[in-house]
């Protein structure tokens, strides 16, 4: 029962908070009170899809890339993509990605004014699974895709991270049999690609991280951790690192260790950068590693968390929202940042390995 709301300064909102909020649960859609523009549910179920937005002219474009619907098998892994405008207020449907079938785990980000796709990973009937090189620039006008030069070691369930509204690092990752620690930098001036400082730490997959600045925090994902019987066995990896770019050359990035917290060794949360906080938020995720279906490698089911925390890069810390009611979710790709600073998850897994179309709100402002 909702008794009342928190708007962004704490205080409780009116009967027609209260309403609205109630409408808008019907939608599908986990609301606050004083949101300018929220997106409202997606037409369909998916989870694993990539997530990108950009304002153009005023105007903020979200778009979803891919992923898998409530089926879970490798027949539901799709091709597809939608666009949300705070303009018209609706998702519409956008041309398919131009790739033969379907891909899990690939990332989006928004640069330049412009959105990128990259990578992601296709499976088989037999459940053969391949890393895919391609990257996408996307005319959101147009509905075109144009493809621009593949990423020199394919990989998927990656990190992605824009700086300098230039350069796009690719931060570890699998590549078709096993964890790379490769930092990828792309260059969107002239669709090149270099090395830049590798990863420190265990490379891992299904990670996730922000970037603020010359600074980029990763916490999280899966690595490898042993073999029993021939096969090997993958664990959540307790770690995070704090890594500064060097502006006068983007290829170095000095990499610094930090201290785990509650919730770094989780798997598919959904993350981002924050200038105006100046902090990395993190959603979501779970503790057990799975596949596509939401079960883990080890047979038990997956089950998310609604638990967030963020690194303050002005105090050096973690930051641990116990407060925030937020449902909980996994498989995500990315945290987005509506125009009145507000952060969405868009689709995931909910509890019992459910695909959702729900928007979730992560209120990490009015506290």
């Known amino acids: ?20 909020a109630v409408l808008l649960s019907f939608m599908g859609l986990e609301a606050r009170a004083n949101d300018n523009v929220i997106p409202p549910a997606l037409p369909e179920p998916v989870s694993n899809n990539a997530v990108a937005e950009i304002t153009l002219e005023g105007v903020q474009y979200v778009m979803s890339f891919m992923g898998i619907g409530p089926g879970k098998t490798f027949q539901d892994i799709r091709r597809g993509a939608w666009l949300w405008t705070s303009q018209s207020g609706e998702w519409t449907k956008f041309p398919d990605v131009p790739v033969d079938q379907g891909r899990l785990a690939s990332v989006a980000v928004g640069i330049n004014n412009r959105i990128l796709l990259f990578g992601g ?33 394919p990989v998927d369930d990656t990190v992605a991270l824009p700086y300098a509204n230039r350069y796009v690092y690719l931060v570890s990752g699998w590549h078709d049999a096993g964890n790379v620690n490769e930092v990828q930098r792309y260059d969107t001036w002239n669709d090149t690609w270099s090395a830049a400082t590798a990863f420190p730490g265990v490379p891992v997959f299904g990670h996730a991280g922000g970037i603020v600045g010359d600074t980029m925090i990763v916490a999280g994902g899966v690595g490898v951790i042993g073999e029993t019987d021939g096969k090997r ?35 598919r949360m959904a993350a981002t950068g924050d200038a105006r906080e100046n902090r990395v938020f993190f959603a979501g995720g ?82």
């Open 286 to 367: 779970t503790e057990r590693p799975y596949n596509f279906s939401g079960i883990g490698y080890d047979g038990e089911p997956a089950e998310p968390t609604g638990a967030v925390f963020a690194f303050d890069l002005e105090e050096d810390r973690w930051i641990l929202f116990d407060q925030i009611d937020r449902p909980p979710s996994m498989d995500h790709r990315g945290l987005l940042r509506l125009p009145d600073g507000a952060l969405i998850t868009i689709g995931g897994m909910g509890p019992n390995q459910q695909v959702m179309n729900r928007i979730t709100v992560v209120d990490v402002f009015s506290r």
């Open 233 to 267: 066995e993958f664990g959540a990896i307790d770690q995070a690192f704090k890594g500064t770019i060097n502006p006068a050359n983007a290829d170095e990035i000095e990499w610094q260790s930090l201290p785990p917290t509650q919730g770094t060794n989780r798997y």
């Open 121 to 153: 990973y296709t499976v088989a009937a037999d459940g053969a699974e391949v890393s895919t090189p391609e990257v996408f620039m996307i005319d959101i006008h147009q509905q075109t895709y144009e493809r621009l030069t593949d990423m020199p070691v």
């Open 1 to 20: 029962m909702i008794e009342y709301m928190l708007d962004r300064r704490g205080q409780r909102t009116g009967l027609a908070g209260v309403i609205l």
